[in-house]
């Protein structure tokens, strides 16, 4: 029998995904499965974005430049000016998702071997993505006790070692919800030009910030232009996941036709997706306002009412729509599989992602679930007492 690759082999498993199965299984015995596993949010998606679509005029659903249509790219670049973000569209690639803007940046800047740092837990593709270009992870651990902020610099710093070709960061962060104090990314700015590292920056989230100001861009820290590689993504902003279209944004001309070879390689972004996304960047501000609007009674539901739980600790995102909790359990892993196959309360159960996969460091994450809170309020309060009523009888719990 022919053998399977060393990387195939070494390709990790989805904790958001891997569970699919057992939730199916729960349906099927007549369980409801609230799903907060993935970051597939109920809110629609902009008008403007399926009117697009509905009313498109083509014949034909034709290739797009392997950069993405040059609209679009015109249409990013006024997007992030209105951030603070100033990029020509030369400097904007159109990927599929965001996730092959961070392949792309993968292979295009590291060589099989080198090492990228990641303040964990982090996004879990992020470990497929580096195994895919045989990149290897570093992790620096933050601590729930701290938040999930940024660890000090001198702890990240003294992973740098003559591999270290790039650190990267999740901001506002997946999956702890975490958003970088311009402080902390000034340290990080210091330790990248230290070193003459790249910079690889997921800003997905970046319209989903809770506090007073917006996020900082690292494309608007000074002296940067030839480090950053900056990862987006329609997914999230305006809940198009399915449209699976992103973009890669970078100022160095070299990382930019490296990308633009691999870019060339898979043709072109899908067709569809950029018809969708670019008319959603005439979506009002007041879509936005409102989303977040609804975050917010959602963050604060999962977290008064997880804080109520005896022996569970949870910090307060600040951004995107996700929450790091750790509960008095002996095993995510164990726990999140026995919800769905073992537990209802009134044929109900509550489907949550192992936050073990989150983190390169073996054995860490063992007693915290990732919990995203992208169902209505009511749902997120049943789900918030399912879970204390599963913590009751769970043979594992502590």
């Known amino acids: 029998m022919p053998r399977i690759s060393t990387k195939g082999q070494a390709m990790p498993d989805s904790p958001i995904r891997k569970l699919a199965p057992f939730a199916v299984a729960a349906k099927a015995a007549g369980k409801r499965v609230l799903h907060l596993n993935i970051g597939q949010p109920d809110i629609a998606t902009p008008d403007v974005a399926l009117d697009a679509v509905k009313g498109m005029d083509r014949s034909v659903i034709e290739y797009s430049p392997s950069d993405g249509f040059a609209t679009y790219r015109e249409g990013l670049a006024e997007y992030y000016a209105s951030v603070d973000v100033h990029v020509a569209p030369e400097q904007v690639i159109v990927t599929t998702g965001g996730s092959e803007a961070l392949v792309f940046a993968f292979q295009a800047c590291l060589e099989p071997g080198d090492e990228v740092i990641i303040p964990e837990p982090f996004y879990a593709n992020y470990n497929g993505f580096a195994t895919m270009a ?14 999930f902020a940024l660890p000090p610099v001198d702890d990240i710093a003294a992973k740098v070692t003559s591999r270290t070709r790039a650190i990267l960061i999740c901001n506002p962060g997946n999956p702890t919800g975490y958003v970088y104090t311009d402080e902390e990314l000034a340290a990080i700015r210091t330790l990248v030009l230290e070193h003459d590292l790249y910079l690889f920056a997921d800003e997905v989230y970046r319209e989903f910030c809770y506090g007073d100001k917006p996020p900082t861009s690292v494309l608007s820290l000074e002296g940067l232009d030839e480090h950053v590689v900056l990862m987006d993504s329609v997914s999230k902003r ?33 067709t569809l997706g950029q018809i969708a996304g670019e008319a959603a960047l005439r979506t009002p501000r007041s879509y936005f306002e409102d989303v977040k609007s609804a975050y917010v009674e959602r963050r604060d539901a999962l977290v008064e009412g997880l804080r109520a739980i005896p022996g569970v600790a949870v910090p307060t995102p600040g951004g995107a729509f996700y929450a790091v909790a750790r509960l008095p359990i002996d095993s995510s892993d164990a726990f999140c599989e026995w919800m769905l196959s073992e537990f209802h309360l009134d044929g109900e159960t509550v489907m949550m992602a192992p936050a073990t996969g989150f983190y390169a460091t073996p054995g860490a994450g063992q007693d915290e679930v990732r919990i995203a809170y992208v169902l209505e ?7 918030v007492a399912i879970i204390a009523a599963a913590l009751q009888e769970y043979p594992g719990s502590r």
Not at 238 to 252: E, F, I, K
């Open 134 to 147: 045989g990149v290897k992870v570093v992790p620096v651990a933050s601590s729930i006790e701290e938040g």
């Open 238 to 270: 305006y809940s198009m996941c399915g449209a699976r279209v992103g973009a890669l944004v970078t100022r160095n001309a070299q990382v930019h036709q490296a990308c633009m070879r691999f870019a060339m390689a898979r043709l072109s972004p899908p």
């Open 377 to 383: 309020t009511m749902a997120i309060r049943r789900a």
